[in-house]
C-alpha cells in the first residue's frame, strides 16, 4: 500500500517540490499537504494533482498531531521569513520542535528536515544569524528525543534569482543584471536546484529509509549540487543567453539576520570543508542537476530570453 507523507510548506518552493514529486509515484506515495489556507491557488493545485489537504498552522501545537496522524513519512520545513516568525524568531524553532514531537506521538517512520548548521560555530561566535540557528536547535532537539529522522542542509536557491527577483532582463541596456545583498563577487556559495533536486533527495530518503535506515537514521544529507561565486554565475548566464551579465552587491535585504547570513558565507562559506556535492546523496541514485539546467529550465524563460546555444 501507498505510504502517507505528509509535507510542511507544501505550497511553497521546498514542500511544493517535494509533494509535487511524490504525487508522481502514486503507488509508492500519498501526500498530505499541511497549509494554513486549503483555498489558496497553490493547495487547490496540489489537490488536483492528487494531494490530500489538511489545514494546520505550525504556531498552533495543537493543529499539528492530527494533522500527522496515519503518515509513515513527513517532509518537515519551516519559514522564516513568514510575517509571523520575522515577528517573533524564536517561532521557527518552536514549530520545529513541536512538529518534531508530534511527530514521534504519531508514530511517524521517516521525518526529513530540512536544515541548517549553527552560525555561531561556524563563525566562532561573531556572526549568529537566527535564520541557521532556529532549525539547528531542532536537529538537537530531534536526536534527543529518538525520532527516526534524517537532516536535509539545503544549499542557496536557484529559484531565488526568480522568486526573490534576484535576476533581470534589462531590455533598453540589453543586460542580465544579478543583484543580491551582501555577497561578494568571489564569495562561493553552495547552490541548491530546489524543485528538481531537493525533492529527489527527499523522495530518495524516503525510498532507501528500509533498506538503508543505518545510513540514514541522523545522518547529514547536502542538498547543493556545485559551490558557485556570482562572477562564475554571470560567466554562465552569459555563455547560455549570448547576453551580457552584470553583478552587484546590494547593501542591505532588509533582514538582518539575512545579512547576517550572508556575511556568514563571506567570512566562511558555506558548509566550509565539505566536499559538493556529497556523495552520500550521489550513493543514493540522485542525478543532481547543474545551473545551465536551472538557467535554460527556468531563468531564461522567466526573463522572456532564449538560449544562445
Ligand atoms: N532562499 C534560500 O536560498 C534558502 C536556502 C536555504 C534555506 N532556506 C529556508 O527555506 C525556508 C523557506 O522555504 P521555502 O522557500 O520553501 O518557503 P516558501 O516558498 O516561501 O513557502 C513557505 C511555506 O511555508 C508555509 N508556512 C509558513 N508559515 C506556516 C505556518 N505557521 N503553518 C503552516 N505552514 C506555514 C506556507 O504555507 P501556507 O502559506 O500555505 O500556510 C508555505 O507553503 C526558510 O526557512 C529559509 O530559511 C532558504
Not at 108 to 137: A, M, N, T
Not at 236 to 260: F, H, M, N, Q
Not at 285 to 307: A, M, T, Y
Request: charged share 25%; glycine share 6%; with cysteine.
Amino acid at each position: 500500500m501507498a505510504r502517507l507523507i505528509a509535507v510542511t510548506g507544501a505550497t511553497g518552493n521546498q514542500g511544493g517540490s517535494v509533494a509535487k514529486l511524490l504525487l508522481q509515484s502514486p503507488n509508492e506515495y500519498r501526500v498530505r499537504a499541511l497549509t494554513r489556507n486549503p483555498d489558496s491557488e497553490a493547495a487547490k493545485e496540489l489537490a488536483k494533482l492528487g494531494a490530500e489537504i489538511v489545514k494546520a498552522d505550525l504556531t498552533i501545537a495543537s493543529d499539528i498531531a492530527p494533522a500527522l496522524r496515519g503518515c509513515w513519512g513527513v517532509f518537515a520545513v519551516t519559514n522564516f521569513y513568514d510575517p509571523k516568525i520575522l515577528d517573533d524568531p524564536v517561532s521557527e524553532e518552536r514549530q520545529g520542535k513541536d512538529l518534531a514531537k508530534a511527530a514521534l506521538e504519531e508514530n511517524v517512520q521517516c521525518f526529513v528536515w530540512s536544515s541548517l548548521p549553527s552560525s555561531s560555530k561556524l563563525s566562532d561566535g561573531k556572526l549568529i544569524s537566527r535564520i541557521y540557528e532556529g532549525k539547528h536547535h531542532v536537529d538537537n532537539y530531534i536526536r534527543e528525543i529518538g525520532l527516526p529522522a534524517t537532516f536535509v542542509f539545503t544549499g542557496n536557491f536557484y529559484e531565488n534569482w526568480v522568486f526573490r527577483g534576484h535576476v533581470h532582463y534589462d531590455k533598453e541596456k540589453d543586460v542580465v543584471e544579478f543583484r543580491q545583498p551582501i555577497v561578494l563577487p568571489q564569495s562561493k556559495l553552495a547552490m541548491l536546484y530546489v524543485e528538481k533536486d531537493l525533492s529527489a533527495i527527499a523522495k530518495a530518503i524516503f525510498d532507501n529509509w528500509e533498506s538503508k535506515r543505518e545510513q540514514l537514521h541522523h545522518a547529514y544529507l547536502y542538498a547543493c549540487n556545485a559551490r558557485l561565486s556570482p562572477t562564475e554565475i554571470t560567466s554562465a548566464i552569459e555563455k547560455i543567453s549570448g547576453k551580457r551579465a552584470i553583478y552587484t552587491v546590494l547593501p542591505s535585504s532588509g533582514v538582518p539576520d539575512r545579512d547576517t547570513m550572508f556575511e556568514l558565507y563571506n567570512s566562511v562559506g558555506m558548509y566550509p570543508g565539505k566536499e559538493i556535492p556529497d556523495e552520500n546523496v550521489l550513493k543514493l541514485g540522485v542525478k543532481l542537476h547543474s545551473v545551465e539546467n536551472f538557467i535554460r529550465d527556468r531563468l531564461l524563460p522567466h526573463l522572456g530570453l532564449q538560449p544562445k546555444t
